[in-house]
């Protein structure tokens, strides 16, 4: 194993990982023999979610679904769990599922009793889009409320494709970087082998990559309210908790009871499953709570804790604090709570959006260090500073992959060389292109379009469409006519018809401040970012900028700066934002602002930034 100082590290060594914001980082450990998995070379585009693992006889079967494959054809149909799939033998019951989001009702009245699947299918044929949903349906009517729970599963939503970054959470408010990790990722992760419930999913909640963190829900039990006064209703908590080893890190569950002032009446807890629960082993063992209601109660708070080990969070190394399967129900009769949505977005259209990733800060060491930065510190008070804004992952080029590409593809690396062209699925030029809109791709020191060698303060992977096979494989003609010097942005900003309506530019490694100083990158934005905001697209047409970075300085949770400016005054100006934001806003962000399609679910379900605009 490897090991700092007395303490394992786990699944992976501490490489020493070069390319675009290298760093030696401490991430998860597996014997010292082990590889890294290969990177898968596509992302999930659809999921879909029922939020409920049992159902009685005759209760309705409500599904959540999300695809960037939108049809109207597009269907989800259950079938007997008995190993056959869709197509070899008719569905027992379906319905369109014609959005790019929503969800379908599908009654139950004819199934009976045992176990089933709900698949999400492609055109009225039999291509799956998602991964199926398994359920159990049980003899007798419904008694009380279903799973009050909103996404308990953890099955709504792509999960980490490593299980090592901070995932998109739909129905869930999140503090730090909670993750959600499929079994299938091995690496010491629990498997569909490990102990824990019999009836599970692909997906499981994890503390994530760096400290502590927690979600949260708030349920609205107003409807039984003359049966909670009555003082008769109770409730039953359950969940599958658990940990990786010998490691201290746990999982606690807290329920509370809220009257109508939103004042606190009760609590019910579930947890923790400690190490010694464990035997020292990486499980999941189930636990309950039952309590009566208190009378006055007209909601429920939810709060689930991943509390990492101790020494591990000093060290910004995993929390391995698990969870899966968690379910509310009450004695009265409720309705099954709404499954998750995107939330709108509000962000304006626009003609041009800039983007820029700069590298390796915590969000304090930029914003409020006037001295370090003092042009980049004007410019945020002048208009946004996001004082919520996370990296998923370290290192950096996986961060970079999420804003391009809606996904890390699995990658806790720097994949350089070796990642060209590796990456099979869609980016965000290929959305504007599609959209009928221009882009390109512009950075410091490149010399000559499309140059991907590594040269001094050059480093290509800062630009990360190289990655996609689209622009990085064998054909790279259209990484050519995409992927330019910094030198032909200056050129293409002498008019608003030349400047692309989506550009995604870079400093070289010394002006992004991965090599040099703070002020030496702000130095070169003093000097160059005028060009943009004097530029004919900036002033005489409707432009977002962007600026953010990559990743923190390794021990400040993953809080970086993010400065966001708009033209024609279609901004807040001096505003600090205080909503939590990852890397996948900002690809919603831009998607918004140009009138494009989502990606994955990832930035489909992200926070989006509404309230930074007039």
Request: one cysteine or more.
């Amino acid at each position: 194993m490897s090991r700092l100082g007395c303490f394992r590290v786990r699944r992976a060594f501490p490489w020493l990982l070069v390319g675009a914001g290298a760093i030696s980082t401490f991430a998860q450990g597996a014997p010292a023999a082990a590889a890294p998995a290969a990177a898968p070379t596509t992302a999930p585009n659809s999921m879909l979610c029922a939020g409920q693992t049992q159902y009685a006889q005759g209760q309705p079967v409500r599904i959540s679904y999300a695809s960037t494959r939108v049809s109207s054809t597009n269907w989800v149909g259950i079938y007997a769990d008995d190993g056959r799939a869709p197509g070899s033998v008719p569905s027992l019951v379906w319905a369109y599922a014609p959005n790019a989001t929503g969800s379908v009702s599908l009654s139950t009245q004819s199934l009976a009793p045992g176990h089933y699947v709900a698949y999400y299918l492609y055109q009225n044929a039999y291509t799956s889009l998602s991964a199926p949903v398994k359920f159990d349906i049980s003899s007798g009517p419904a008694t009380g409320s279903p799973n009050l729970i909103v996404n308990g599963d953890a099955e709504c939503g792509n999960g980490s494709a490593s299980g090592y970054d901070g995932a998109i959470v739909p129905g869930w408010q999140v503090s730090g970087l909670t993750s959600v990790v499929g079994y299938d990722v091995g690496k010491g992760f629990p498997s569909r082998g490990t102990s824990g419930p019999a009836l599970r999913g692909d997906q499981f909640f994890s503390g994530g990559p760096i400290g502590n963190s927690t979600l949260s829900q708030t349920i609205d039990i107003s409807t039984a309210s003359s049966a909670i006064d009555g003082g008769a209703v109770t409730y039953d908590l359950s969940g599958w908790l658990g940990g990786y080893a010998n490691e201290t890190s746990w999982t606690i569950v807290t329920i509370t009871f809220l009257n109508a002032g939103k004042s606190a009446i009760g609590t019910g807890k579930i947890g923790p499953v400690s190490a010694a629960d464990r035997r020292n082993t990486t499980a999941l063992h189930e636990r309950t709570a039952h309590g009566k209601v208190p009378a006055g109660a007209r909601s429920i708070s939810v709060v689930v804790e991943f509390v990492g080990e101790a020494m591990r969070n000093l060290l910004n190394q995993y929390n391995d604090a698990y969870a899966e399967n968690l379910s509310l129900t009450l004695s009265a009769p409720l309705p099954a709570p709404a499954v998750p949505d995107p939330a709108p977005s509000t962000v304006p259209s626009f003609d041009h959006v800039f983007f820029v990733i700069l590298e390796n800060k915590r969000y304090d060491e930029i914003i409020g260090s006037r001295s370090k930065a003092p042009y980049l510190n004007a410019l945020a008070a002048g208009n946004v500073a996001l004082a919520q804004s996370y990296g998923l992952i370290h290192p950096s080029d996986p961060n970079y992959m999420a804003v391009a590409g809606g996904s890390t593809f699995g990658h806790q690396d720097n994949p350089m060389p070796g990642g060209i062209g590796t990456i099979a699925a869609p980016h965000l030029g290929d959305l504007v292109e599609r959209a009928g809109k221009s882009w390109r791709g512009y950075i410091e020191d490149m010399g000559t379009p499309c140059n991907l060698v590594k040269n001094g303060h050059y480093d290509p992977d800062n630009l990360p469409f190289l990655f996609f096979e689209s622009i990085g494989g064998a054909d790279r003609t259209r990484c050519k006519e995409h992927l330019h010097p910094i030198t032909q942005l200056w050129a293409d900003l002498r008019a608003a018809s030349t400047t692309p309506n989506f550009v995604w530019f870079e400093p070289n490694s010394c002006n992004t401040m991965h090599d040099c100083d703070v002020r030496t990158s702000d130095d070169w934005f003093k000097e160059n970012l005028p060009k943009i905001l004097t530029s004919p697209a900036w002033t005489q047409k409707r432009s977002l900028l962007i600026i953010t970075f990559d990743e923190d300085d390794n021990v400040s949770g993953q809080a970086i700066p993010t400065i966001v400016a708009a033209s024609s005054g279609m901004a807040k100006t001096g505003y600090q934002s205080s909503v939590r934001y990852t890397h996948y806003s900002m690809a919603r962000a831009m998607e918004s602002a140009l009138g494009l399609p989502n990606l994955t679910q990832n930035d489909q379900y992200a926070t989006p930034l509404n309230d930074i605009w007039r």
